[in-house]
């Protein structure tokens, strides 16, 4: 997970029972072999769930980059039709802005300049 830090030491994150020293002779001990084969089944469960965690963690790590790709697609598009505009209403200030040049003699000869 993103923010958490994994675990300073590499002990499993389950409890584990202790075993007595082992020897050929405990091996036969049927406490001792009955303790080990749980262990074992265990620890095979728990790598059936990891590896079932670790095909939908792939699966999903798939689908996002996926989405991501489109959504980056998306955006540039957006972006590009956002420039033209902005670029289109500058264009329209500027026009507006900058009246076009009038002759002296249309002022002079207009109506408003003799005060009509």
């Known amino acids: 997970r993103p923010g958490t830090s994994p675990p300073s030491s590499l002990s ?6 202790s075993l007595p020293p082992l020897d050929r002779g405990s091996l036969i001990d049927p406490p001792t072999f009955i303790l080990l084969t749980e262990q074992v089944q ?10 079932t965690n670790l095909n939908k963690a792939e699966e999903e790590v798939k689908l996002l980059f996926e989405e991501n790709i489109a959504l980056d697609e998306a955006n540039k598009r957006l972006l590009c039709l956002l420039e033209k505009e902005q670029k289109h209403r500058s264009e329209r200030k500027h026009s507006a802005v900058i009246p076009p040049r009038a002759s002296v003699g249309s002022l002079i000869l207009s109506p408003l300049f003799h005060g009509r």
């Open 12 to 17: 499993p994150p389950f409890p584990i029972p």
């Open 42 to 51: 265990a620890l095979q469960r728990d790598k059936e769930i990891l590896k």
